[in-house]
């Protein structure tokens, strides 16, 4: 018998082989308890967690320190105009409500947010402008930088006043949905 012995490099290589496989189950484990990669699923926690922190990182810092130039001058007009603008183009995937109860948004993985909770309500609305301008990466969220900064800011402005939507409003923003030759509605 040969009293040979391992060279210490072998132990880290080692290592990285059982981490691997450790890793590899994991990914198993969690897609077959996930339903694979459906749209269906709801997100796990862990899940939320890591696309809102990774979400975070991917904003410039600058974007979060943005000041709305417009929120201090709102008008019922620029909220209209804002309220139609949304209609036709966000509430598709968010409702014209914010509540995002939509076929597109509940086909979208991750689910699109209730822009009326606090998770959206509580970030700056740089965040918001920058979001909307730049769309959000493997999330179904396009970038609106077609846009003027203008539309962009009273978006940002009508989302802030969700919450208070009124029955009206809402009956008002339903005719600026978007149609399509299928009898169901989109929304």
Same mark, same amino acid.
């Given at each position: ?5 391992? %060279?210490?490099?072998?132990? !880290?290589? =080692? ?13 198993? /484990? ?12 709801? @997100?796990? +926690? ?22 709305? $130039? ?8 620029? &909220? ?8 036709? %183009? ?9 509540? =995002?109860?939509?076929?597109? !948004?509940? !086909? /979208?993985?991750? %689910? ?10 509580? &970030? ?10 730049? !769309? ?5 969220? $396009? +970038? ?6 203008? *539309?962009?800011?009273? &978006?940002?402005?009508?989302?802030? %006043?969700?919450?208070?939507?009124? @029955? *009206?409003?809402? =009956? ?16």
């Amino acid at each position: 018998m040969s009293s040979r012995k391992f %060279h210490p490099a072998w132990y !880290g290589i =080692a290592a990285v082989i059982v981490a691997g496989g450790l890793l590899g189950a994991g990914m198993i /484990l969690w897609l077959r308890s996930a339903r694979g990669f459906s749209c269906m699923a709801q @997100p796990t +926690a862990i899940e939320k967690s890591m696309a809102t922190a990774m979400r975070l990182m991917a904003m410039p810092a600058r974007a979060r320190t943005r000041i709305n $130039p417009y929120a201090a001058s709102v008008t019922p007009k620029d &909220l209209r105009l804002a309220s139609e603008h949304f209609a036709g %183009h966000c509430a598709v995937c968010h409702n014209n409500n914010g509540d =995002a109860q939509t076929d597109f !948004g509940k !086909g /979208l993985y991750p %689910h699109p947010p209730d822009l009326r909770k606090s998770a959206t309500q509580k &970030l700056t609305d740089g965040q918001l402008y920058y979001i909307i301008r730049n !769309g959000i990466r493997m999330s179904g969220m $396009p +970038a609106w930088s077609m846009d003027t900064p203008r *539309e962009t800011w009273e &978006l940002v402005n009508f989302i802030r %006043h969700l919450p208070k939507l009124t @029955p *009206e409003q809402l =009956a008002r923003m339903k005719r600026y949905d978007p149609k399509t030759k299928y009898k169901e509605p989109i929304m």
